[in-house]
């Protein structure tokens, strides 16, 4: 009987797994920004770009800016450069010679107990001129209509925080190895409603875009009262929660895209960075390192090891229905992360490589652990 019940429990959790992840990715198409093409008025809107060793990206980011709908008499953009060692800069003033819009500034050295992302961010707001401030990495391409649907939309529903999570492009072996785990172990631990509802404590931004009224930003302290905080994006918007400001997480992902990671050295980076943080300290963290290896790999060896505990039993239509079980079980595992795959335009090949998916974001959450308690954390040449 045991083989059964094994094989019955799993059957239940593929279901539960399968109708989480629909009704977590029709949450966030629920949440779609609608476009806004022209508009003849706008307020006076300053994005803001922290860049940090970013000649990869900037260019493409500027150009999806200079591109926008959003009236160009009331649009400014900020570059702030991080210490970058590289050609970030110059390609940055290259543009500058033809966009008057683009100014370039220095963020300077970085002052004891600041974070090297909210330095820059704050340094950047200081130059700003804006009614509005948008935050907005550099690794973001940005639609045409991306900045005056977001603003309007924002306004009309007169939000404080208007934060968009952007369609996530993943094009490399190793993003498409790792990512879409990444991405689901988001979709638990991050409920929209509960981030949406003022009368919630939970609080998300999404650091690829944050859109904040100045007035807000300045009545909150901004990135100063957040500045040693790893991660400044849920940070800032739970500092605007908190003072009673109102913050909304919506969908871009038809107005914005991003590819976070290019190689393995950036991608193990940025996960191990703050993972820990993000998902709640370090117990949390360490029972993702059992539950990966256990999600994983239950597909592949379960249906195996129930037909080996179900040899001896007497009757064989219940060894047979235990087995079905098992693997109708892992047959719906396979059909609800194939959501997740075609979701972020992923080859469903890839679903024969998700034991070692998981078995490589376990690794991640070992490390993740091992650098929050030691300190030893690296991001783009600079110590955390």
């Known amino acids: 009987m045991i083989g059964l019940w094994l094989g019955t429990a799993w059957l239940c959790f593929a279901v539960a797994l399968l109708l989480f992840i629909r009704l977590r990715l029709h949450v966030l198409d629920e949440l779609e920004l609608t476009k806004v093409t022209q508009q003849d008025t706008a307020p006076r809107l300053s994005v803001i770009i922290p860049a940090r060793n970013e000649q990869s990206n900037i260019a ?15 649009l400014e953009i900020i570059v702030v450069d991080d210490g970058s060692t590289d050609e970030t800069s110059a390609i940055v003033r290259k543009l500058m010679d033809t966009h008057s819009q683009i100014r370039l500034i220095e963020a300077g050295s970085l002052p004891e107990g600041w974070k090297g992302k909210s330095h820059a961010c704050w340094r950047g ?23 005056l649907s977001a603003v309007k939309y924002a306004e009309a529903e ?39 509802d003022p009368q919630k404590k939970d609080a998300l931004a999404v650091g690829h875009f944050i859109l904040v009224k100045r007035a807000a930003y300045d009545a909150t302290g901004g990135h100063q009262t957040i500045r040693s905080e790893l991660l400044d994006d849920v940070a800032l918007a739970s500092r605007f929660k908190g003072e009673g400001f109102r913050i909304h997480l919506g969908s871009g992902k038809k107005l914005v895209r991003t590819r976070m990671y290019s190689d393995l050295k ?21 029972f993702t390192v059992f539950s990966s290896l256990l999600i994983g790999w239950l597909p592949v060896l379960l249906p195996c090891w129930v037909s080996q505990l179900n040899v001896e039993m007497n009757a064989l239509s219940m060894r047979w229905l235990a087995i079905g079980a098992a693997s109708l079980g892992s047959l719906i595992w396979l059909g609800a992360h194939a959501i997740t795959l075609r979701t972020y335009r992923i080859p469903l ?36």
């Open 60 to 74: 493409t980011c500027l150009q999806g800016l200079l591109g926008q709908t959003y009236p160009k008499q009331a």
């Open 266 to 286: 950036d991608l193990w980076q940025g996960l191990t960075r703050g993972a820990t943080e993000f998902a709640g300290g370090v117990v949390v963290t360490a």
């Open 158 to 196: 007169d939000y404080d925080l208007f934060t968009l999570f952007p369609f996530q492009e993943m094009l490399g072996f190793w993003e498409r190895l790792f990512m879409p785990i990444a991405f689901l172990s988001f979709l638990f631990l991050v409920d929209p409603k509960r981030i949406n």
């Open 349 to 384: 090949r890839y679903l024969l490589l998700l034991p070692l998916s998981y078995t490589a974001m376990t690794v991640v959450s070992l490390e993740s652990i091992w650098r929050y308690l030691t300190g030893r954390r690296q991001w783009k040449g600079r110590m955390y």
């Open 125 to 147: 707001a200081g130059h700003a001129h804006g009614e509005w401030l948008c935050f907005m990495d550099a690794d973001v391409t940005a639609m045409p209509e991306l900045l």
